[in-house]
């Protein structure tokens, strides 16, 4: 067996399952009120479940590695367009890949080298894949925290040299999971010139770009961060999104990867041999999703509508503010999280998930302690019913 496996620490999923293993939810009569996992409950758009069936012959062939050209194009008109930059040239700087979540694992598997037992920085909280995907290529993970300080930020300006030095990839979450907090150009900049003098990669998950709460002001992206900051050719940086939470999609498994064409390369090679072909169909569907935006601006609104409902009901109980992005809520608690959330379904029947779970202690905190993360995927009925209860638990608790 590999020896790494023994490094993984628990999905935080599993560890709120085992958590909440003796809740009884039950004996409260009431109706259980999800919102502990970020899977999108809206509906998938039509014209991508049409596409699906009307490619079924797709079935028939084995699809290319490096995906399908029309796709590839697409994508890389839709980055044009979506961040008024020059589109990046389909054949050797964009790829398409099954979902952000495998292509985020498979990167490090490709661009870090073991035997340098070299660093892998990520901010904290974080996706867990970018833990494991370092332990698993013979990384050491280092985590730089994001506080209510820094507006739930990464300060990466007093992270020490040493770090950089030893630094092979570092993970950026952009707009962030689990605050929802934007990065703006002057921390592209300075991440950029630490990349060039310390020679890492940048690695810049957007997976939640779609999802923003100001119509008129869509999130910067690390690409075009790179335009803006003459970097052209996105040197040493490759962004990946997806269509999981923009389209409503998650079971579609796609996405794709864009950036550095020198690291698009390696990563088709690696990927050849890992076998992530995107198949007719998905990439059938992924065309119809990727060419249309209204199905993504409705989106949008629905979401803003239960920010709307829920914050006025939430803010006089607990301190919570709207996000810039995301569909997350990074709340505060009066006592120790996962108790907290272990309470929370016991006595109201809403299960949220614990922020310590999805963070770690470095330098001497962990940043979600005494934090829960919401997800505010289900109906709006439901969310504005698990706010009700939310609030009414901590008046209670007060």
């Not at 502990?36 to 012959?57: F, N």
Request: net charge negative; glycine share 6%; aromatic share 10%.
């Amino acid at each position: 067996m590999n020896p790494r496996l023994e490094h993984l620490q628990p999905y935080p999923f599993e560890k709120l399952r085992q958590l909440l293993a003796d809740a009884n939810p039950d004996k409260t009569g009431l109706p259980l009120v999800d919102l502990s996992i970020g899977e999108p409950k809206h509906d998938a758009p039509e014209l991508a479940k049409q596409a699906i069936v009307d490619s079924l012959a797709g079935l028939s062939g084995y699809p290319p590695t490096k995906g399908a050209p029309m796709l590839r194009r697409t994508i890389a008109d839709w980055i044009g367009r979506r961040y008024s930059i020059a589109a990046p040239d389909p054949e050797t700087q964009v790829l398409p890949v099954l979902g952000s979540r495998e292509a985020l694992f498979a990167f490090a598997q490709t661009v870090i080298n073991p035997e340098n037992k070299g660093l892998v920085v990520c901010p904290n909280p974080f996706y867990q894949i970018y833990e494991g995907a370092a332990l698993l290529a013979g990384a050491t993970p280092h985590y730089i925290n994001a506080t209510a300080e820094n507006n739930f930020l990464c300060d990466w300006a007093s992270v020490d040299t040493d770090v950089w030095r030893q630094t092979e990839l570092l993970y950026v979450c952009n707009p962030g999971n689990p605050a929802g907090s934007v990065m703006p150009l002057s921390d592209w900049e300075l991440l950029f010139e630490l990349a060039d003098e310390h020679d890492f990669i940048i690695a810049s998950d957007e997976c939640y770009s779609e999802i923003y709460l100001d119509e008129g002001s869509p999130p910067l992206g690390g690409l075009q961060a790179a335009v803006a900051l003459g970097r052209n050719d996105f040197r040493r940086l490759v962004s990946f999104s997806s269509l999981s939470k923009r389209s409503n999609l998650p079971g579609l498994r796609s996405g794709f990867v864009a950036g550095d064409a020198n690291l698009i390369s390696r990563f088709l090679l690696y990927r050849t041999y890992h076998g992530s072909a995107m198949s007719g169909v998905v990439t059938a569907a992924s065309l119809a999703a990727w060419q249309d935006e209204a199905h993504v601006k409705h989106n949008r609104q629905a979401y803003r509508d239960k920010f709307d409902a829920v914050l006025e009901i939430l803010s006089p109980a607990l301190d919570v503010a709207r996000p810039q992005a995301s569909f997350y809520l990074w709340m505060p608690t009066p006592y120790d999280d996962a108790q907290f959330t272990r309470d929370l379904l016991d006595q109201q029947a809403v299960k949220v998930l614990p922020g310590s779970y999805v963070s770690r202690t470095a330098d001497g905190q962990n940043p979600g302690a005494n934090r829960i993360r919401i997800a505010l995927v289900a109906p709006l009925e439901a969310c504005v019913e698990g706010a009700h209860r939310i609030a009414s638990f901590v008046k209670q608790m007060s």
